[in-house]
């Protein structure tokens, strides 16, 4: 067998370990082990439980060796803007609060009396959104400046894991983007801009780019697993990782479909024009220092509250089941407002809203999805409208990627909206991009080029063009 490669994928909803290598010109994935993520209460704060990811990274590196696979590498990616602090002696100092904490209420606004909106912009490139790593950290330094103070290590998510698997301590490229404290043309933290807002700028590690290695596993993990591997960085954003699976990218929107629908397309340059602020569309920092130029849109994080509101009583696919028995039903929410971000009640939230905009109410599991769906639809139309306006340009294709491909009644929504060629698959997107560019690195594949064509030639996409969903094609 060609090389190995693990790739260790968690987002905010799930999570999963999939090996990965070449075989006759076309990529072969074993998924061997898989498990749920979510957000819970610690004290007055949303977290996500790190410990338990790491359990689960464990279990799934046993798994892996128990199915016979004995990968050389291994490489993590998680969702972004989330981060620990670390003190003198490597220790926890702060809980891995989530994004979608009530903590930054407000934090923007007060930023913005630091640093205007527009130098931010166009230094930085990144959307804004409330939750970003600088809200955050402002929100630190304002409720417990003491940790920000006594912080020697600022380390992201997937930085975190990596360094419980090899001891290194690094900010991986991609993800540190999501930051909004990472200066788009220098691809260096911006220490102005910290010390403007007063953060300890000593704590921010060397910024390494994807396929960079951080050397071996930990000699007691080398122990536990009985054999080493290569700790390797992919694009350490889900997102990053998942938009290396887009075969065509530079003609394709596309729309990375999860808890968050990532929508955008890819470039060689960021775009910090007066209309893309005015948009709020971001410029990430992806594989190969290409950017990102998309906006998040709410994405399926509504359909898994709903889902988790109605007591999991149905699946995913049920919900589309449902939905497509309501066809008549049309009610929409806006889902770019923020009373989705975490509402007490999903459901009720949609409800309420669609009683204060005078429209039919939802009235069962049916109604409830098809409104969302409709909603993302309407929302998606709106961010190719811009998109197409910055580019001056009409694409002719939208490649759905990632769990929310699976969503037949949402890729038929969006042909019909769009009146686009919409092309749906990998389902596994990030894993597939997290697996190939360590392959890159292994000297397996030659670059992203060649991984996109490999890609291409290995997955099976279903095509919808609108009104009338047509046969499988390559
Ligand atoms: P993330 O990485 O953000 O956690 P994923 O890419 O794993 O998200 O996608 C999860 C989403 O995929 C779910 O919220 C759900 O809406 C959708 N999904 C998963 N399985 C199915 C299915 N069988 N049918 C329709 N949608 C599905
Ligand atoms: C998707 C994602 C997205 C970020 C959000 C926090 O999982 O990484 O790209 O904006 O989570």
């Not at 998924?31 to 993520?37: G, S, T």
């Not at 686009?420 to 360590?438: F, M």
């Amino acid at each position: 067998m060609n090389k190995c490669s693990l790739a260790i994928d968690i987002g905010a909803s799930s999570g999963k370990l999939v090996a990965g290598y070449v075989e006759n010109e076309k990529l072969k994935l074993k998924e061997v082990h898989r498990f749920e993520n979510t957000i819970m209460k610690k004290g007055d704060h949303f977290c996500w439980d790190l410990e338990s990811l790491f359990k689960e990274i464990k279990k799934g590196i046993h798994a892996c060796r128990e199915q016979g696979l004995k990968p050389e590498s291994i490489g993590i990616d998680t969702w972004a803007v989330d981060f620990v602090l670390l003190d003198e002696n490597d220790a926890l100092l702060t809980d891995a609060v989530a994004y979608r904490d009530s903590r930054t209420d407000g934090m923007m606004e007060e930023v913005f009396t630091h640093i205007s909106k527009e130098r931010l912009y166009l230094e930085t490139g990144i959307q804004f959104q409330k939750f970003n790593t600088i809200y955050q950290l402002h929100a630190l330094k304002k409720s417990n400046p003491e940790i920000l103070e006594k912080a020697k290590t600022f380390l992201m998510i997937p930085d975190y894991l990596n360094y419980l698997l090899s001891g290194v301590k690094a900010n991986e490229y991609t993800n540190a983007t999501t930051t909004q404290l990472v200066n788009a043309f220098t691809k260096k933290w911006d220490k102005d801009l910290l010390d403007q807002l007063g953060i300890n700028k000593d704590m921010f590690q060397e910024i390494l780019p994807p396929t960079s290695s951080l050397g071996n596993l930990k000699a007691e993990l080398v122990k536990e697993f009985g054999f080493d591997m290569n700790v390797l960085l992919p694009a350490t954003h889900d997102t990053g990782s998942a938009v290396v699976s887009v075969p065509e990218a530079d003609d394709t929107i596309y729309i990375s479909s999860g808890t968050w629908s990532l929508i955008g397309v890819e470039n060689n340059f960021p775009i910090c024009v007066t209309k893309a602020l005015d948009y709020n569309f971001t410029n990430e920092g992806g594989f190969d220092y290409r950017f990102r130029f998309l906006k998040n849109i709410m994405g399926l994080w509504m359909i898994q509250e709903v889902k988790r509101n109605y007591h999991n009583t149905y699946s995913f696919a049920e919900f589309v089941g449902l939905a497509n028995q309501e066809i008549d039903f049309h009610s929409k929410v806006n889902v770019d407002d923020d009373r989705f971000l975490k509402p007490e009640n999903m459901i009720e939230e949609i409800q309420t809203y669609c009683a204060e905009t005078a429209q039919s109410i939802p009235q069962n599991p049916g109604q409830v999805a098809k409104c969302v769906f409709d909603s993302l639809a309407v929302s998606y139309q709106t961010a190719i409208n811009q998109i197409e306006e910055v580019y001056e340009k009409d694409f002719q294709t939208i490649n759905v990627i990632g769990g929310g491909a699976q969503n037949e009644m949402l890729n038929q929504l969006i042909a019909d909206t769009t009146k686009k060629e919409v092309l749906a698959g990998p389902v596994e997107a990030t894993a597939i991009g997290n697996v190939v560019s360590q392959l890159i690195t292994l000297d397996e594949i030659k670059g992203l080029k060649e991984a996109r064509n490999i890609i291409k030639n290995s997955f099976e996409l279903e095509k919808y063009t609108s009104k009338k969903k047509v046969e499988g094609l390559r």
